[in-house]
């Protein structure tokens, strides 16, 4: 189903189902609480105005696609553009998030705390946290990126298991186990410009190879 930019979309997400997002800015934050997929077309934007994340998924056992969108300005704990805190399945493609901040935490683009995380061919710019500005992954969540380019770092922390495949990251990749939990992180055929940073005293398990 097409939808019209000016349309109020939170009762849409509400319903559940599967929307074409047409050209324009939609006003969030926005909540996810039913299996749902949204397209954007070009110029799709969504925005939450520094109210929160863009896109909040805190409930269990939904399947979320986000294809063809950007999504900016969300300001947050963590998460600012995305937040997983629920065991679901979200799958962003082709997407961009800019300009999403979560100040002296850790998160600023997307945080995935539980659940399971595909993200392919995206963009981040321009996001800002203390670590892991463009992406965290912790918790007991699991993470696959395929493509796709952080122009910021990404944070891997506690039990999160992370993927990486062709992706080009500009940043650091900062990697840090509690005394308990250790991060896992697979990459392979990367560009990491800012290198890969495993805590010395808390290691994660990083594995480089030709399969991840």
Do not use: K
Request: net charge negative; hydrophobic share 40%.
């Amino acid at each position: 189903m097409r939808v019209h930019a000016g349309t109020p979309l939170q009762p849409l997400l509400d319903a559940g189902g599967a929307y074409t997002l047409g050209e324009g800015i939609w006003q969030g934050p926005f909540v996810l609480t039913r299996p749902v997929r949204l397209q954007g077309e070009a110029g799709t934007v969504l925005d939450a105005g520094g109210h929160g994340p863009v896109i909040s998924v805190a409930e269990d056992d939904l399947d979320v696609e986000l294809v063809g969108l950007t999504l900016r300005n969300g300001h947050a704990d963590g998460g600012a553009g995305v937040r997983l805190t629920g065991w679901s399945a979200v799958r962003m493609q082709g997407c961009a998030v800019l300009e999403c901040r979560a100040p002296g935490n850790t998160g600023g683009g997307v945080a995935a705390l539980r659940g399971t995380l595909e993200i392919a061919g995206c963009s981040f710019l321009g996001n800002r946290a203390a670590a892991g500005s463009d992406l965290l992954a912790t918790g007991v969540a699991e993470v696959r990126v395929t493509g796709g380019r952080f122009a910021g770092d990404i944070a891997l922390r506690e039990g999160a298991r992370v993927v990486l495949e062709g992706v080009t990251v500009d940043g650091v990749i900062d990697v840090r186990a509690t005394t308990t939990r250790a991060p896992h992180l697979r990459h392979a055929g990367c560009t990491l410009g800012g290198g890969l940073r495993n805590d010395s005293q808390h290691p994660g398990i990083v594995v480089e190879d030709e399969d991840a």
